[in-house]
């Protein structure tokens, strides 16, 4: 029973990995456009909305990747009590490199930085990993 309960929850981590690697594609696409040579008129106050929304959007998406670190963390333990040891191991990896890179904190920075009206990208926020930064889903 604990083994299914494990795979459950291994199934509901990759499923929301995917729909958190989906939205860091669409704001990432989303920011270019607002920020970009397609971004409209500077300082208007359509650009200005979206800009805000993007921003608010990156917020969430802040708060989303904090609570799939959580539930990754007790999955990790789950797994660990369970002998699962090989899937353990790779959550621990994947939540080690998403500390490593500091994900949510970068996101959140250039959620403040859009509040602003300062592109992101170009202050480096991202850099070219912006399309890469949702935690991606482990090959086994």
């Known amino acids: 029973m604990r083994q299914q309960q494990a795979s459950s929850r291994l199934g509901s981590l990759a499923d929301e990995t995917s729909r958190l690697a989906k939205e860091q594609r669409d704001q990432a696409d989303r920011i270019h456009q607002a920020f970009g040579q397609q971004g409209g008129q500077p ?46 191991t790779k959550l621990r990896e994947a939540l080690s490199d998403m500390q490593q890179s500091d994900l949510r ?14 592109d992101p990208n170009a ?13 991606r889903k482990g090959s086994g």
């Open 105 to 118: 904190s970068r996101v959140q920075r250039g959620a403040d930085w859009m509040r602003r009206g300062i």
């Open 43 to 88: 300082g208007s106050q359509a650009g200005l909305q979206d800009k805000r929304k993007i921003a608010d959007d990156r917020q969430r998406l802040a708060e989303d990747l904090a609570a799939w670190k959580r539930k990754c963390r007790n999955t990790t333990r789950e797994l660990a009590t369970n002998k699962q040891n090989a899937a353990s």
């Open 123 to 135: 202050s480096g926020a991202t850099g070219n990993r912006g399309r890469d930064a949702a935690p």
